[in-house]
């Protein structure tokens, strides 16, 4: 679907209706909880990577010159190489995590639809794709970035339509990167209070694995993100090619 129809389906989408996308989420949890524990723990073991190239300095560091962190102060060394690599590091994991966000979403609507195949976590690791998701993770950097600036209040806003991007990408591949954001925030600023309060309710219902033994967790955070793949498709339907 082309940009164009895609925003003519959002202006005349239904207003997402809150229960009904809770509820509907709670019954695909009961389908995918082991999927999302999966996404999650290979969205650990993927960014694992940039957190060894962060620290790599450091180590090296600590083990050529064991006195180099005895003072309060980071050495000027290491604090260039932090500023270098923290951005590079901050989009990288953000890309990864947009492909594996995207392949659950994908996967629910598999589960959801009854349809056959396997579930594939690295689907969207292709190079167009990952291409694409580069640039979307390069977008949502600067976004958070200018959210920062207004003391934090523009980050509430933004992550709505933010939160959207890994449906129009998983759903969309016609779209670019740009086309991506644009959606994210058509379809977000037209349901803004309600995508947030399900976004705020659903983090907080994530969370109560933390009653089983912290581990727990692990197995119910993906929950939050299924009310995306329900305001997506609820609002703009949800296409069997891709």
Do not use: H
């Not at 803004?192 to 955070?221: D, E, H, K, P």
């Amino acid at each position: 679907m082309n940009f164009i129809n895609l925003s003519e389906r959002i202006k005349q989408s239904a207003p997402v209706e809150f229960g009904t996308v809770f509820n509907n989420s709670v019954e695909l949890f009961k389908k995918v909880w082991l999927q999302g524990f999966l996404t999650l723990i290979l969205t650990f073991v993927s960014i694992l990577p940039f957190y060894l190239l962060i620290y790599l300095p450091m180590i090296a560091m600590g083990i050529s010159d064991p006195n180099a962190f005895d003072e309060q102060e980071m050495p000027p060394a290491f604090a260039g190489l932090m500023s270098l690599f923290m951005p590079i590091f901050s989009v990288c994991v953000m890309t990864v995590s947009i492909c594996l966000n995207a392949a659950f979403l994908r996967i629910c609507r598999k589960y959801d639809l009854n349809e056959s195949g396997k579930d594939d976590y690295f689907y969207y690791f292709k190079k167009e794709y990952l291409i694409k998701a580069l640039i979307l993770s390069l977008i949502m950097t600067g976004l958070s970035l200018l959210g920062l600036l207004t003391c934090g209040l523009g980050i509430i806003y933004l992550m709505v339509p933010m939160s959207l991007f890994p449906a129009f990408f998983a759903f969309d591949k016609e779209l670019t990167a740009l086309e991506i954001v644009k959606a994210g925030f058509a379809l977000g600023n037209k349901n803004w209070l309600m995508i947030f309060l399900l976004v705020i309710v659903a983090g907080l219902v994530s969370q109560l694995g933390v009653i089983l033994c912290l581990v727990g967790v692990l197995f119910t955070a993906m929950f939050s993100k299924i009310p995306i793949y329900f305001i997506y498709k609820d609002a703009i339907g949800i296409s069997m090619d891709v």
